[in-house]
């Protein structure tokens, strides 16, 4: 699971370098989505934290923490978005971007569906 994910992000951030660094595209603004890759997974790591996973209702720390990740997501697909209609990048570096954004998040949705539910890793006593 774990090479299936670092895989995962190599070719999500391959698609990243392309919609920049590729001769016709040469433009490095969609550079900025990588704070977003950096930022998802904050919100509900520290909710995780503060919530105790016992209780079966819902709980509205975790469905803040949930909502702000969505937000997050969102917003790392509509900057490259943004960036074409302003003609800052061209309409293909914005689609390997898009591209680069589905894997890199299947990545990460697919650490916390791996590593999430299990009690045993220690990743969560950080």
């Keep these: ?13 391959m698609f990243l ?12 603004w969609p550079l900025f989505v990588l704070f ?13 934290r ?7 209702t819902s709980n509205a720390c975790k469905e803040l923490a949930i909502f702000l990740t969505t937000g997050i997501v969102v ?3 509509g900057l490259p978005i943004v960036f ?4 800052l990048i ?7 971007v898009l591209t680069g954004n589905t894997v890199i998040f299947a990545t990460i949705l697919g ?5 999430g539910s299990n009690d045993d890793f220690s990743w969560q006593q950080w």
């Design 50 to 56: 503060l919530v105790d996973d016992t209780d079966s």
């Design 36 to 48: 977003f890759y950096i930022l998802s997974p904050l919100p509900y790591c520290i909710a995780r």
């Design 17 to 28: 370098m392309l919609g920049c660094a590729l001769p016709q595209y040469n433009q490095y």
């Design 111 to 115: 650490f916390f569906l791996v590593f």
């Design 90 to 96: 061209y309409w293909g570096a914005c689609a390997l």
């Design 75 to 77: 917003s790392a697909f």
């Design 1 to 13: 699971a774990l090479i299936s994910l670092s895989f995962g992000g190599a070719v999500g951030l």
């Design 84 to 87: 074409a209609r302003a003609e």
